[in-house]
């Protein structure tokens, strides 16, 4: 595997600049992306999938900078949207609206017309009554709307519990056993055209048996409603890779498509997957200065300039990310067992306890490893602190990607209602008095 972020004489790199190098110039928190990490890990999976790789629909939602579409956009890549709000940013780096799919349990009906005009690949749809009105609006918009159905079936991945998502009672999809019937009924609805069956069962999933368990029940079904008489041609197994965060062993790529192929075997069939994670995830570090040391009789803290506002994971998954110091350590230096927090004012702020690391001083860096997935795209104004911003490496080339939004910038987005304006200058308030 190619490995972006290395140390060169003491010092961490990526690609071939030194993230020092990058803080300086850009500031921290600072999002940096490896191009070529995406690329070799589109790669691996193309690979894996040789001679016959299906279309890979990167789920935008996982890192969605308009410099990170695009660079998989060139490869060849698809996209799976969510909102029309990703659908737009998908368009506008270059991904073809014929390598769309569209999934989630909310689309308006504005987003609906939008995907029908622009006419994408596939609606993956996640209950009776959104099947209803995607028909509805395909058949006023003059329309057929490509559907399959996101089958919810029944498999408890082993992930944490808030990304796990084809169980009974999660909110996705619909009930496996309920998929004929809504066929049949698809069928019969002229807005529609039902093309395929569409799952996908949790994310940051590393047990091939989940995916095949999973797997094997949509191909079930797409054999049953072939049977019926509905010419399904395309499955969307989803997403849902798991990457190593803290050094686990990587994701068996090789070992997903074996067994993809052994499920598919004389089914003639278009296959369509969703990873996000698994494209952008290893391909991110999150720079961050250190603000303090502080130490209580209990526990020392390094207190960082990045928090929940910036990295939200840890706080809300509990998620572990290995954090480098951006100066190696000497070869024997004394490592102090630390706990690593943010500046945001509530205890869930913390990025993890007993991290080993040199002793380092405010205005030193670190970086959070495995960031370039549901880092940046989950990040908020809270605490009204300066947003990250994001950079994207090639070789020697940085360019900044998105700039940091200052709290002025943020609060330029709002507005004092007029009769507010009014009272303040009635009680005098703000003017000294
Ligand atoms: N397809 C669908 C329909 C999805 O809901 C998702 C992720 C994916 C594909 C991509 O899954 P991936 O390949 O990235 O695992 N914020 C959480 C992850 C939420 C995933 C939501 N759905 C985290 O930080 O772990």
Request: with cysteine.
């Amino acid at each position: 595997m190619y490995e972006a972020f290395f140390y060169r004489e003491g010092e961490l790199f990526c690609e071939e600049i030194a993230l020092s190098e990058l803080a300086r110039r850009f500031g921290t928190p600072l999002y940096v992306y490896s191009a070529n990490a995406i690329r070799d890990r589109w790669h691996a999976l193309r690979a894996a999938f040789a001679p016959d790789p299906p279309l890979f629909c990167y789920a935008v939602k996982a890192n969605h900078n308009l410099a990170v579409i695009r660079t998989l956009a060139l490869l060849g890549a698809g996209a799976d949207v969510v909102s029309g709000g990703e659908l737009a940013r998908a368009r506008a780096a270059g991904v073809p609206a014929r390598k769309i799919v569209f999934a989630g349990v909310g689309k308006t009906d504005a987003e609906i017309r939008r995907a029908l005009e622009e006419d994408i690949l596939q609606f993956n749809v996640e209950s009776e009554s959104e099947l209803e009105r995607i028909a509805a609006i395909a058949r006023a918009l003059g329309r057929r709307a490509p559907i399959a159905l996101r089958v919810n079936p029944d498999v408890a991945a082993a992930t944490h519990d808030k990304i796990a998502t084809g169980r009974r009672g999660d909110k996705f999809g619909v009930p496996i056993e309920d998929a004929p019937a809504l066929y049949e009924k698809a069928a019969r609805l002229p807005g529609l055209e039902p093309v395929g069956v569409h799952l996908h069962v949790g994310s940051q999933i590393f047990e091939l048996s989940t995916f095949e368990r999973a797997y094997a029940r949509a191909i079930a079904l797409a054999r049953a409603l072939r049977g019926r008489g509905i010419a399904i041609r395309r499955l969307d197994l989803g997403g849902g890779f798991g990457v190593p965060y803290d050094g686990e062993p990587p994701f068996d790529v090789a070992g997903l498509a074996a067994l993809v192929r052994r499920l598919v075997a004389g089914l003639d069939v278009e296959l369509v997957f969703e990873p996000g994670r698994f494209l952008v995830a290893e391909a991110g570090v999150l720079v961050s200065a250190v603000v303090e040391l502080k130490e209580t009789r209990e526990r020392r803290f390094l207190v960082l300039d990045a928090g929940m506002n910036a990295l939200l994971r840890p706080a809300l998954y509990g998620a572990r990310h290995a954090l480098l110091p951006v100066r190696a350590p000497a070869p024997h230096e004394t490592l102090l067992v630390t706990d690593v927090v943010g500046p945001i004012c509530e205890s869930s702020d913390r990025f993890g306890r007993d991290y080993a690391l040199p002793r380092l001083r405010p205005g030193d860096l670190v970086a959070f490893r495995t960031a370039g997935a549901y880092g940046m795209v989950m990040a908020s104004d809270y605490n009204s602190r300066p947003s990250p911003a994001e950079v994207l490496i090639d070789g020697r080339k940085a360019a900044l990607v998105r700039a940091r939004r200052e709290p002025e910038e943020q609060m330029a987005q709002e507005r004092i209602p007029e009769w507010l304006e009014r009272s303040v200058r009635a009680t005098g308030c703000g003017s000294g008095a």
